[in-house]
């Protein structure tokens, strides 16, 4: 079967940008940087994108580039007969858990997108009216999964467009759509009266809130929003062409994903402080966007409620624009494979990856409503994915992708690839693999340990 490749070097880039750029920075990444007490959380989340992103991006890519397959056929390829290729399996498996939750919140984004369009908020003015909203909508049995089914079969119309015309296409036009929405937010939350608290909590770091679970926090953070340690990458990749630059667009999509993340902070905060709504523990949890934000957005303009009515239509939007460039990622890891390894058509593939996420997703929306009971070890079944995927599933992808490309891996195909046979240089490549070696694997280690209190 002849593989489709990426048509132009900024569509491989926005794509991979696209995957990793999603609810991950904007839902998220805010969520975070709140509990975990703002400007040092961020110094050291960008610490562990330095330390642990970049070297297993720059990994993944190598190996999707290299062997121009899905992510469990990569590792067959390049280490035949060995366990390895369980590592892209498990990454197929974790693709398919992770969209199949994800999708249930990119859902919520579009009903919200709905409420502000028709300006359902209009008139709300306590945190309890708009608690009511979420929680009457989240625990309904009907609407979020009507949702969920309708954002998994706008990810399963573009992927079986295919790589070009599909992904590619789509990620050109997003992506600066996207730019473009959150630089407005961006300029309009900064500038609000009384916004200055809020840019001061995201910029003067008190590192006295610094401990060992901060730490944990950013590097499971780091990984969620790169979208790494499941093949997500090393997919994409595998459409790169041979001239593509991969520690370039490594330093590319981290530097867009990092600054999208960042801006999303500078949104949020600013415009809680401007709307002197004064944050709190409890309205710093996943309710944030759904709750604290609209209410937000409804204060923050008393006198103009056009601009309220704008503001909120343009991030819910922006929100579902950028969780359908990373639920496309998720459903492509999975959609190629099945269809390289079963040899299905492609079409075919992707029609059993959206029904058995719709499948797994409608018990996870459900999971806020009628099926909050279900619990196993004290989660719901949209937790418990939740939990496996990024705490689990994620870092122990990664760590065996350092471990691989730092120990198993000829160096020379790793070098080859990373230079283009020479064409570019890499003078960090010694201390690349020496972090891939000797520090990646272990901070991981340390990420696990630590989930499971024994560090
Ligand atoms: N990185 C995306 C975000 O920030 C989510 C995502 C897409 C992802 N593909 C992934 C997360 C693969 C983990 C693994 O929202």
Redesign the pocket.
Known sequence: MERENFGSKIGAILAAAG???????IW?FPIETGRNGGAAFILVYICCIVLLGMPIMMSEFMIGRHTQSNTARAYQKLAPGTPWKWVGRLGVF??FF?LSY?AVVAGWTVEYACLAIFNCFRGMTTRAEFEKVFNDFASDPVMPAVWLIFFVLLTHFVIVRGVARGIERWSKILMPMLFILIGVLVACSVSMPGAASGVEFMLRPDFSKVNSSTVLNAMGQA????????G?LCTYASYFDRKTNLAKTTLQVVII?TLIALMAGFIIFPAAAAANYGLTPQDIGPSLIFITLPNVFQQAFGSLPVLSYVFSVMFYLLLIV??LT?TI??HEVVTSYMSEEFNLPRKRSALVETTLSIVLGIFCALSFGVMSDVKLFGMTIFELLDWT??NIC?PVGGMFIALFAGWYLDRQLFRDELTNRGSVRAPYFRALIFVLRYITPFLILAVILGNFGLF
């Open positions: 995957s990793a750029v999603g609810l991950g920075n998220r974790t693709g992770i994800y990984f969620y929003s790169l979208s790494l340690g499941m997500c994903d950028a969780a990373s990622s998720m995927a990024s994620l």
